[in-house]
């Protein structure tokens, strides 16, 4: 008999479904920070062009993800609705993340756009079902933050491998740096997905007689009030953290002037959130998921804006900057996903059908449209301040790009706030939720 109380999932199948998330968050930095500076250096693509293109492909996803989505929902197979879209993934992937990290000599935009959407797509036939995944793995509300907590947790651990490794072995160039992190993510992710696939059970579905086409399904899920304030409270967000991200080298070398302490300082943001996350659970437990968050926000807003005051040599206090603002990215990472795993039980409960597909594919595509708007509003604006990489740049220039890395993400995260204060899920109604669920499964 095990010992695992109800409603709680035991270790052994927590860890192999989150074992993925370590490998494919070796590409995260790349895709971030070393993927425009490649492109837009050795490859010799302009800045704000390779800006412009990111941002294209990732609006490709608002008809890719919610198809893959929708398709993950749909249809049964013997070996589960999850895992056929995570098989065909690894051969897409494989050739976009080829094609994008180890280009020919002379590869320009198109090719950039090619090898980006492939990859993209890989990265959702994975990313969708697997997010699904695990919010149908319990229905308890704080057994759900769990789930996500080990997953994101072992994305931050694959952040920081993708920072430290670089450091330790001496690469500063982006080109080694992709080839070294591309090369352990294709290695490492098949033996984990194929982990995933072997140990964790699917949930089987409430079944549905009539499932809602695409169009329908997404009008239905728009529905939802709900949803619609966390997805947009999301977006937001990911542009908040998504521009700091993308400017982070720039910002260590031509204001801080500090470009080989930036492993270090990238080292104490990711490992501080590693760190923060059981403390943000705790605090979830008394006050709410997204009281919580709200709270990790306004700490991230308060420590991010410092940044305007940094000069030349003031890496000591961008590092304690950096140690503050790690602390709220725990919080970011794993409250809203697990709020999202509520939203969809309300959803179900109206219409009747398991969706989480369709809803993380609506996550997932914001979530991406965050990260491309980020990248092509910082190098588009920078562009028109007059910065230009590998050169002396004007005090104006610095200036901008100080103001882009932190004042306004702080605007942005306050927007997010206001979204999410009086979220209308906490765990009293998603306990009512649950329990009207139950009711109707006894009665099938």
């Known amino acids: 008999m095990s010992g695992t109380p109800p409603g709680v999932l035991p270790l052994g199948r927590l860890l192999a479904y989150a074992a993925p998330a370590l490998p494919l968050a070796l590409l995260g930095l790349p895709l971030n920070v070393h993927l425009p500076n490649f492109w837009a250096g050795p490859m010799g693509v302009r800045l704000g062009l390779v800006g412009l293109v990111l941002t294209l492909v990732r609006l490709m996803d608002v008809v890719v993800d919610p198809a893959i989505g929708r398709i993950s929902d749909r ?12 098989l065909l ?5 494989i050739a976009g993340g080829t094609a994008l990290f180890f280009p020919p000599a002379g ?4 090719w950039l756009a090619g090898s980006y959407a492939l990859l993209t797509i890989g990265w959702s036939l994975i990313a969708l079902p697997w997010q699904a995944w695990g919010a149908e793995l319990s229905e308890d509300y704080a057994e759900r933050t769990r789930i996500v907590s080990v997953r994101e947790s072992f994305t931050l651990l694959g ?5 430290v490794l670089p450091f330790a072995l001496h690469l500063t160039d982006p080109a080694s740096v992709l080839h070294l992190l591309a090369l352990l993510c294709f290695g490492l992710t098949l033996p984990a997905l194929a982990l995933l696939l072997l140990v964790v059970p699917e949930t ?17 899920a728009w529905d939802n009030m709900a949803f619609r304030r966390l997805l947009a409270a999301w977006t937001l967000n990911g542009i908040a953290n998504g521009m700091p991200a993308t400017l982070f080298l720039l910002l260590c070398r031509y204001v801080l002037q500090a470009e080989a302490q930036s492993g270090l300082l990238l080292l104490a943001f990711f490992l501080t959130g590693i760190l923060s996350v059981p403390g943000w659970n705790w605090l979830a437990g ?6 919580t968050w709200c709270w990790a926000m306004i700490w991230t807003c308060a420590a991010f804006l410092p940044v305007l005051l940094l000069g030349p040599g003031d890496w000591k206090a961008f590092l304690l900057i950096c140690l503050a603002t790690g602390a709220g990215l725990g919080a970011d990472l794993v409250l809203p996903p697990a709020m999202q795993a509520d939203v969809v039980d309300l959803d179900t ?3 009747g059908e398991a969706r989480a597909g369709l809803f993380f594919a609506a996550w997932t595509m914001a979530q991406k449209a965050g990260t491309a708007l980020s990248a092509g509003l910082a190098f588009g604006l920078l562009d028109l301040a007059g910065f230009v990489p590998d050169a002396v740049n004007t005090g104006s220039a610095l ?7 932190c004042l306004v993400p702080v605007l942005l995260k306050l927007c997010a706030i206001a979204l999410v204060w009086n979220f209308p899920i906490d765990r009293a109604e998603q306990g009512r939720i649950r329990a009207a669920l139950d009711a109707i499964r006894a009665q099938n």
């Open 349 to 351: 409960l109206r219409h």
């Open 286 to 291: 008394r006050i709410g998921k997204h009281r």
């Open 204 to 220: 089987k579905p409430i079944d549905h007689p009539e499932p809602a086409g695409l169009a329908l399904a997404l009008r239905t």
């Open 75 to 86: 249809y049964r197979t013997r070996i589960g609705r999850r895992r056929p879209p995570i």
């Open 107 to 110: 590869a320009g935009a198109v």
């Open 399 to 405: 200036t901008a790009l100080a103001v882009l890395y």
């Open 159 to 163: 952040i920081i491998a993708s920072a």
């Open 89 to 93: 993934a690894v051969p897409v992937g």
